[in-house]
């Protein structure tokens, strides 16, 4: 049964990856594979309620990052409807490839940080198909800013999901991670950015400048996108607060927008208020991509109930024997396999009386499942978030974006160890 697991879950994988040439898409393909995969675990088992309650339980950790996935496409979406996002591109001047390169890169690795790198790379993107007309060059952006937005979460507490779990659970604490990790994330970043500007050349085209609808003021303009920003500025501070999960907090941002720009629009004619709304910002949100993260950690989380991934830990550590070399190796695995049940299968089998808080093994662990799922389009929230809502092929970003994320990987890595082994 479980080898069966596994085979489906690699032939699906594979379909994936194939999506352009089998003319499947990639949602059909995560959709089966992770019904299969529990298909299997459950006709594998005697106790079909056992099973029935673990996807159950797993199903409420996935609903809460589609629902978080679901509010901050639409508060986007919403902000796009009114033209909020052109009061940014009017304050980006530049228009030279390497300049904007290096800005958009550093803008959202600080971004990712306050916010986190799921949210950042939605807003980011959005905003580049207001800058860059044309389509090969904006996808190099897109791979960039997958890259900045990991990195840019890894060293924050609330970037990155993983290095929330870690913190959650006691393994770091927010001020060592930050002073720890701040200088490697960077780095990470940084030699991509190198080696990309000597690519880039010119200047950018924007796209043909589209008609500011009537229906929508300056006035609403700039409250729609205060309230955008501020919903998801909000979206830390109310986790902090209240321990809820951040889905709750997007939810709610969402509600008070939809709320506000139906009072602020109700006196306009139905046809020119219904493309301001958030019932038509939902209609244009890319579901597709949504579904095909829903199939991705179902199939996911498959193989983490059966105890594949947990089988996957212990042979590392027998094998390998070697913290550093542990950590590095689950770090790239996290662009195949889904950093979260990863980091959750470590916090597992490693005890804090082995590796008390902010010990080297937490804090390195943290970076490399934060930033090692750039080395693949799909090993990230954000990649996915890219994929979807560029069309981006995996084996594109394979040729093109991959190597520059394992540099950026690696590079950090070695300035952590350095900087560890100096302080140590």
Known sequence: MEIAIIIVFIVGYIAITLEHNIHLNKAASALMTGVLCWTLYILGQEDHHLVTHELMEHLGEISGILFFLLGAMTIVELIDAHEGFQVIKEGIKTRDARKLLWLVGIFTFFLSAILDNLTTTIVIVSLLRKIISDKEQRLFFAGITVIAANAGGAWSPLGDVTTTMLWIGGQVSAGHIVTQLILPSIVCLVVPLIILSFRMKGVLQSPEEPEINPSSSNFERNLVLGLGVGALLFVPIFKTLTHLPPFMAMLMGLGIMWAITELIHSKKDTEDKKPLSVAYALQKIDTPSILFFLGILISISALQSTGQLRQLADWLTATIQNDSLIVMTIGLLSSVVDNVPLVAAAQGMYT???????????????????????ALIIGSAAGVAAMGMEKIEFFWYLKRISWLAVAGYFAGAGVYLLQNSLIH
């Open 352 to 374: 804090l009386e082995q590796y008390p808080t902010d010990h080297f093994f937490w804090v390195f662990l943290a970076y490399a499942t934060g930033t090692g799922g750039s």
